[in-house]
């Protein structure tokens, strides 16, 4: 068992590093135990052209790593591992990375969500290379080009109408012929003379190299089995994202889809002393500067969270306590 520390972050993506730099900046000294996966979403993407500050655009792996760094700088220290659990019904608040544990007086929660995916390995190898899983980050990149869109909920209509103020054209292949989407984002795209739809259909294969990027994709006919390719220079799989929320849903407040809920305003959880930020928490902007704001919030809600409960380790964090609400947190 080590000592208790301020601080321990969990998760290495945008919301987690910028968490660590500002609680690194006030010598809280924290530990992120970032993931094997460390980076999130940004490490399957090529082109970052939306983060302010990188005006020439940044790919997305060298970007975390310059978040990494930062925090570093200032003394973060960092742990390429997973949590395996967590206790956050006493205190010290425990997390746990195997039989290891970790006390900390605060924890920020910053694990994000991941996109779905198709699960095809061809899928997987042309990730950034014309697959792409945003549409709001990537879609700039197939200006002139055929792209086809996969899913049947907002997301692919919002995507597919995004992808048309640079695309040529764009397919939508959906499994059904009925569609998850609402109405009014159903007829937006129907509207739309750039895009047409695929129903009863699945991508099974996607066509190219790492060279020359995506060039096509297969579709299987759900009903007839019959297959066809399609050429497309990009394919944005937009099929929803689950929340990393696996660990924390028998402890801190979720909605349905398993995100955490923080109090309004803040990023509080409904355990004192419990931080969560970044797309864990966001199912609606998802943006890498986003996720990096709402770390920086969670870092200062810690740090003002635990400038109010100094001396006051060692009770039961059962309930909200009533010093920690005046405190805001
Ligand atoms: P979603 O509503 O869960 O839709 C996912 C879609 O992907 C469904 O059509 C589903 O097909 C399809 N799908 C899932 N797995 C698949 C697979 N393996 N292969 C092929 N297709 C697959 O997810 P979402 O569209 O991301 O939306 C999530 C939430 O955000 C929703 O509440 C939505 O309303 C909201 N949202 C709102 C807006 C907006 O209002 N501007 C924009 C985006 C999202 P089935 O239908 O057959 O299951």
């Given at each position: 068992m080590n000592d208790v520390r301020e601080v321990v972050i969990i998760g290495g993506g945008p919301a987690g590093y910028t968490a660590a730099l500002y609680a690194a900046r006030a010598n809280l000294h924290p530990l992120v135990i970032e993931g094997f996966a460390w980076g999130g979403q940004l490490m399957i993407t090529s082109d970052v052209e939306n983060y302010p500050g990188y005006a020439d655009g940044v790919l997305g792996p060298a970007m975390m790593a310059d978040f990494r760094r930062q925090a570093e700088r200032f003394g973060a220290e960092f742990m390429t591992d997973d949590v395996t659990r967590v206790d956050f019904s006493q205190r010290p608040l425990a997390v746990y990375v195997g039989g290891e544990e970790f006390r900390a007086r605060s924890v920020i929660v910053a694990t994000g969500a991941s996109a779905r995916q198709l699960g095809l390995p061809s899928e997987q190898v042309l990730q950034g290379r014309g697959v792409s899983y945003c549409a709001v980050c990537d879609a700039a990149f197939f200006g002139g080009k055929e792209v086809v869109v996969v899913g049947g909920g907002d997301s692919a209509m919002e995507e597919a109408v995004y992808v048309t103020k640079y695309a040529s054209g764009v397919t939508i292949v959906h499994r059904?012929?009925?569609?998850?989407?609402s109405p009014i984002m159903l007829d937006r795209a129907r509207a739309n003379d750039r895009i047409s739809f695929v129903t009863n259909a699945v991508v099974d294969e996607v066509f190219g190299s790492q060279q020359e990027g995506v060039t096509g994709v297969r579709i299987l006919d759900v009903h007839t089995g019959e297959t066809r390719e399609l050429p497309a220079q990009g394919l944005f799989v937009a099929i929803g994202h689950d929340p990393n929320t696996a660990l924390f849903l028998d402890q801190l407040d979720h909605d349905e889809a398993g995100y955490l809920v923080t109090q309004p305003g803040s990023t509080a959880t409904n355990v004192p002393g419990v931080f969560a930020a970044g797309d864990v928490v966001d199912h609606v902007y998802r943006q890498a500067v986003t996720a990096a704001g709402s770390g920086c919030m969670a870092a200062l809600d810690a740090e003002r969270y635990l400038a109010a409960d100094e001396g006051h380790e060692g009770t039961a964090l059962t309930a909200p306590r009533p010093e920690a609400e005046a405190a805001g947190v």
């Open positions: 059904r012929d009925e569609f998850r989407a």
